[in-house]
C-alpha cells in the first residue's frame, strides 16, 4: 500500500483512513474541577524530563519532524493542579512556554528555540460522564481514537471529529474539528459544553478557570473564543466538556449525537492514465458544483461527505473517498448520484462501477479509514501544508494549475497533494459566523494542498513545489484564498508560515483576516482579558489589542 498524505489524503491503491489547588468560576465548575471521583484514571506524579534524559529526544518533537525544541525541560502532567504548578514555574522563572496535546502541530509553534518549557498532557487522558453537567468530559491530552473509542463503547455516541486517530483533542477542538459527520451533525466545537482552561492573570498567577456555553456564564467569553480560536493563544486547556445544543434529560446516551449504526463506504481510485488536463479539469470543477449546491444545513444529502484525494502523478491515481449515513431512507441513492455528478464527464464510469461501496459499522469505518492510511502513524516523516476554504468551486484556470503541479516530472513525490475535503457546509452553516469564534460558516468545503516527505535534503525540493502549486492556485488574488465570493481564507488548524511572508502572500489581507476575518478583534479583547501578559504565544497567535 503506498502511503495516504497527512490529514487522510488518500493514494495508491488505499482503502478498498505552583498552585495546588484549582480555582473556577462558580461553585459547580469548581467541584468538577477538583473532585477525584470524577476522573477515571490515577492521577499520578508530574515528571520533568531534561536533555540528558534518554526520552528528552522523543518528547521535543512532533508529527511533522521538521520541527525540533530545545527547551530546558518537559514537564508531564496528568492532572490540571500540575498544570497550573507547571505554568506557575515557568512564569516565576521568565521561561516561554508551549504545550503538547497530540502532537501534530504543523508549525513550529510548539517546538522551537523560544520555547523553554514544554508542557506535555499526554498524561491528562481521561474520557468520562460529568453528571453534574450532564455532559462528556474529555481531558485536554486525550487523542481522538481513545475518544471515539470510550464515548462509543460505553454510551453509544460521539463527536464530529478527524479522521486521524493521534490527533490530540486539544488543538483539533480550539481550531473548530471537521470529520466525516460533520456536515451532518456539524464541528466538533458545536458541541462544546465548556472548557477548564489555566491562564494567567495581570499579576502573573497562574489559575484554572471553567467557562461554559451559558452566556450568563462571567467567563462565556473565554468559551467562545475556544469554540473556533485556535490553540495556544489564551491558555492550557486541561479539559473539556462536550454536549450537544438541546440536549434533554441525564441518561448519558442522550446528551452527545449518535453516530449512524452503519455507513455505506466507497473508495474508488482512478487511475492517472485515464485523467488528460480535461478530464481532471472536469473532476475538481465538478466537484466544486456538488459542495456548492449541497451546502445548505437542510439539504438531505448533508449525510453524505467525501474526499477526493489528487495525489501526484507518481502515485498512479486519484482517489475518491466517500461515506454515506446508512440509516436514512434512499442512502445508496444518493451516494450514486453523487458518484455520477462528481465524474460526470471524465469517461470513468466503468471504474466507478467495478468498485462498490461497503456497508460498515461505523466504528469499523473509523478504525478501517485510520488503519489504511499510514501517514498517521509513521514517526519519520516531515512536512509541508496550506489550505483554503471554498464558497464556491475552483475554476478551470485554478484546476489547470493543479493539473500542471501534479503532473511535473522534475519532482515525483507519490506524497504531494491536493486534498478536496467535503467536511463542511451542512450543519456547520446552520450557526452564524459571529455565534463562535470560528467564522467559515459559509463555506461548501475545504482543501488541503501538502507533501510530505522523509529524507532532509529533500525540504528544499518539496517546500518549493507546494508554493508554487499554491502560489499558482491562487495567483489572481496575490498568493492567499482572499476571502470573497469564491474563496473564505483559511484553517487554522492547519498553520502556514507562509501566510504571513510578504513574499507569498502577496495579497494585502493580514494573516489573522483569513484565519479569522470578523471575528479578530473580539478575541484580540478576550486575549486582553484573560492572557494580558502574553504568556501564550507563538508566531500566530492572536496578538493584544
Not at 253 to 265: A, C, E, I, Y
Not at 406 to 422: E, I, K, S, W
Request: proline share 7%.
Amino acid at each position: 500500500m503506498t502511503g495516504i498524505s497527512r490529514r487522510g489524503l488518500l493514494s495508491g491503491a488505499a482503502v478498498a483512513a505552583g498552585v495546588a489547588t484549582v480555582q473556577a468560576a462558580a461553585p459547580a465548575a469548581a467541584s468538577a474541577a477538583t473532585d477525584p471521583a470524577q476522573r477515571c484514571g490515577p492521577v499520578t506524579d508530574a515528571v520533568t524530563v531534561y536533555p540528558g534524559d534518554p526520552r528528552y529526544q522523543e518528547l521535543t518533537v512532533g508529527y511533522n519532524q521538521r520541527w525540533v525544541g530545545t527547551p530546558d525541560y518537559v514537564r508531564l502532567v496528568s492532572s490540571t493542579a500540575q498544570v497550573v504548578r507547571a505554568v506557575q514555574e515557568a512564569v516565576d522563572s521568565g521561561r516561554r512556554i508551549s504545550v503538547v496535546s497530540g502532537g501534530h502541530c504543523l508549525a513550529p509553534f510548539v517546538f522551537n528555540s523560544d520555547v523553554k518549557v514544554v508542557i506535555d498532557l499526554s498524561g491528562l487522558n481521561d474520557v468520562y460522564f460529568d453528571p453534574e453537567r450532564r455532559a462528556f468530559a474529555v481531558e485536554g491530552g486525550a487523542r481522538l481514537s481513545m475518544v471515539y473509542e470510550t464515548l462509543y463503547k460505553k454510551w453509544g455516541v460521539t463527536i464530529p471529529g478527524g479522521m486521524c486517530p493521534t490527533v490530540g483533542i486539544g488543538g483539533h477542538t480550539t481550531g473548530g474539528g471537521y470529520g466525516f459527520l460533520s456536515r451532518e451533525f456539524g464541528a466538533v466545537i458545536d458541541h462544546l459544553e465548556a472548557v477548564e482552561m489555566v491562564v494567567v492573570d495581570r499579576s502573573g498567577r497562574a489559575k484554572a478557570v471553567v467557562a461554559s456555553r451559558d452566556p450568563a456564564d462571567p467567563n462565556h467569553d473565554l468559551w467562545w473564543a475556544s469554540a473556533g480560536g485556535g490553540g495556544g493563544n489564551f491558555g492550557i486547556v486541561t479539559r473539556f466538556w462536550f454536549r450537544t445544543a438541546g440536549a434533554t434529560g441525564s441518561q448519558p446516551g442522550r446528551q452527545l449525537v449518535n453516530p449512524p449504526k452503519d455507513v455505506l463506504f466507497s473508495a474508488v481510485g482512478i487511475p492517472w492514465s485515464a485523467l488528460d488536463r480535461t478530464a481532471f479539469t472536469t473532476l475538481v470543477t465538478n466537484w466544486g458544483t456538488w459542495y456548492e449546491q449541497h451546502a445548505a444545513p437542510d439539504s438531505p444529502a448533508r449525510v453524505l461527505s467525501g474526499v477526493a484525494s489528487l495525489a501526484h502523478r507518481s502515485s498512479q491515481y486519484v482517489f475518491l473517498l466517500t461515506q454515506v449515513d446508512a440509516t436514512v431512507p434512499g442512502a445508496q441513492q444518493i451516494l450514486d448520484q453523487y458518484l455520477a455528478a462528481i465524474t460526470a464527464g471524465v469517461g470513468v464510469d466503468a471504474a466507478v462501477a467495478s468498485q462498490p461501496a461497503q456497508r460498515l459499522p461505523w466504528l469499523h469505518a473509523v478504525r478501517l479509514i485510520a488503519a489504511s492510511i499510514p501517514s498517521f502513524i509513521n514517526p519519520t516523516l516531515r512536512g509541508s501544508s496550506k489550505s483554503a476554504y471554498m464558497r464556491r468551486g475552483y475554476t478551470p484556470a485554478q484546476a489547470g494549475a493543479m493539473y500542471d503541479a501534479l503532473t511535473r516530472t522534475d519532482f515525483a513525490n507519490p506524497a504531494g497533494a491536493v486534498t478536496l475535503a467535503g467536511f463542511s457546509g451542512g450543519v456547520i452553516n446552520a450557526v452564524a459566523p459571529e455565534r463562535t469564534a470560528l467564522v467559515h460558516r459559509r463555506a461548501s468545503f475545504w482543501t488541503l494542498f501538502e507533501t510530505q516527505w522523509q529524507d532532509p535534503a529533500a525540504d528544499a525540493a518539496n517546500i518549493g513545489w507546494l508554493r508554487d502549486l499554491y502560489g499558482s492556485v491562487w495567483e489572481a488574488t496575490g498568493g492567499y484564498p482572499v476571502p470573497g465570493d469564491q474563496a473564505d481564507g483559511c484553517y487554522v488548524n492547519n498553520p502556514d508560515p507562509d501566510i504571513t511572508d510578504p513574499a507569498f502572500n502577496r495579497s494585502g489581507v493580514p494573516w489573522y483576516t483569513l484565519y479569522y476575518k470578523e471575528n479578530y478583534p473580539r478575541l484580540q479583547r478576550i486575549k486582553a482579558a484573560y492572557d494580558p501578559r502574553n504568556v501564550f504565544r507563538h508566531a500566530q497567535s492572536i496578538t493584544l489589542p
